[in-house]
């Protein structure tokens, strides 16, 4: 890439609705090409390994205003540490991860705001819940008050066409709203995670609130390992 993360953030920026939140994903982005990204006015980060991300928020200390996103696969002997690391969790993907980061939570009485990740197709390479599953287990999420369920959140296959993946984004948020007009007492709908930097575009034309970013900002992560 010839031009500048801090050109490239701009750019995006400047293109997205002001109701989408731009994510950028920093996993395998190096702390002081993050701070780069933070001078160009990103505040919101995303990692996917506990480990790496707790090393890189012991550099990052100073930017003391930055909200981290845990957006990788969640084992739940990692839930304390993710609690403790990050205020959202965009991956929450069964019903076991659910409750266990709720009793946790109540420990650390911390209330982290949470997405369930949901598969709106089949796809073995993926957790998350399938949406009949979803619509069954929400009167038992509903029961796990110490989390901030904000949302869905979703990604799509691999392989599929730009009209499939659209079509992928318009049923999460469609069934955001149907959960949304439940009017479950503990279980907000207001947020969509969805769209990366090969189909954000579609994300945010279905109706994304977080757009998670990466290698559109930062480049090739197989090149940067
Ligand atoms: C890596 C990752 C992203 C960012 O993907 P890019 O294609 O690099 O933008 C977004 N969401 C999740 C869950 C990821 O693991």
């Known amino acids: 890439m010839t031009s500048s993360i801090g050109e490239r953030i701009a750019k995006i920026s400047s293109s997205l609705p002001s109701s989408v939140r731009l994510i950028a994903v920093s996993k395998t982005v190096p702390a002081a090409m993050m701070r780069s990204a933070y001078a160009a006015g990103i505040r919101d980060f995303a990692e996917s390994r506990i480990q790496e991300a707790a090393k890189k928020q012991a550099e990052l200390q100073d930017l003391s205003d930055i909200t981290w996103h845990f957006i990788g696969h969640l084992q739940s002997n990692k839930a304390k540490k993710a609690l403790e690391l990050f205020s959202w969790i965009h991956s929450v993907d069964n019903l076991q991860l659910a409750q266990r980061l709720d009793q946790i939570a109540e420990q650390l009485a911390v209330t982290p705001n949470v997405c369930l990740q949901v598969k709106i197709l089949p796809d073995p390479n993926k957790g998350g819940w399938n949406v009949t599953q979803l619509l069954n287990d929400l ?80 480049g090739d992560r197989t090149q940067r390992m």
């Open 139 to 218: 009167s038992v999420i509903n029961q796990y008050k110490n989390l901030h369920i904000q949302g869905l959140m979703t990604i799509p296959p691999l392989g599929l066409n730009e009209a499939e993946i659209l079509n992928v984004f318009n049923t999460t948020r469609d069934l955001a709203k149907t959960i949304r007009d439940q009017n479950w007492s503990h279980i907000e709908m207001q947020h969509l995670s969805m769209g990366m930097s090969g189909d954000y575009h579609l994300a945010v034309q279905a109706g994304a609130t977080m757009v998670r970013l990466g290698t559109i900002l930062f």
